[in-house]
C-alpha cells in the first residue's frame, strides 16, 4: 500500500509561481512511473505530467515550457514547480503513483488557484 500526501498549494497572481510537493510513503518499491494530474472546478481530471524511473519526463502541452516535474528518490518526494501560471491554470493537483502492474495511487489533492 501506498500513500501520497501533496503540499504547496495556495493563491497566486497570474505570472507568478507555485512549487507542489507530493510525499510517499508505504510500499513504493514497485512504482515506476510518477505524476501529477489537475481538475478544474466543473471539469474532469486531466494529465499534467509524469516522471519514469529512468527519470524521462512529460508533459501535457498546455503547461510545457513552464512546468517542470522531478523527483528526489533518497526522500520518497516529487515535486512540480509551476511558473508563469495563468488562471487556466486554476484546479486541484493529485500527486499519482503507478505500480508496474498498472495500479493507481492518488493522493486527496492541493488547491492552486491563480487569480488576481
Known amino acids: 500500500q501506498v500513500q501520497l500526501v501533496e503540499s504547496g498549494g495556495g493563491l497566486v497572481q497570474p505570472g507568478g509561481s507555485l512549487r507542489l510537493s507530493c510525499a510517499a510513503s508505504?510500499?513504493?518499491?514497485?512504482?515506476?512511473?510518477s505524476g501529477w494530474y489537475r481538475q478544474a472546478p466543473g471539469k474532469q481530471r486531466i494529465y499534467v505530467a509524469i516522471?519514469?524511473?529512468?527519470?524521462?519526463?512529460n508533459y501535457t502541452d498546455s503547461v510545457k515550457g513552464r512546468f517542470t516535474i522531478s523527483r528526489d528518490n533518497a526522500k520518497n518526494m516529487v515535486y512540480l514547480q509551476m511558473n508563469s501560471l495563468k488562471p487556466e491554470d486554476t484546479a486541484v493537483y493529485y500527486c499519482?503513483?503507478?505500480?508496474?502492474?498498472?495500479?493507481?495511487?492518488w493522493g486527496k489533492g492541493t488547491l492552486v488557484t491563480v487569480s488576481s
Open positions: 499519482n503513483y503507478r505500480t508496474r502492474w498498472g495500479l493507481d495511487y
Open positions: 516522471i519514469n524511473s529512468g527519470g524521462y519526463t
Open positions: 508505504g510500499s513504493i518499491f514497485s512504482i515506476v512511473t
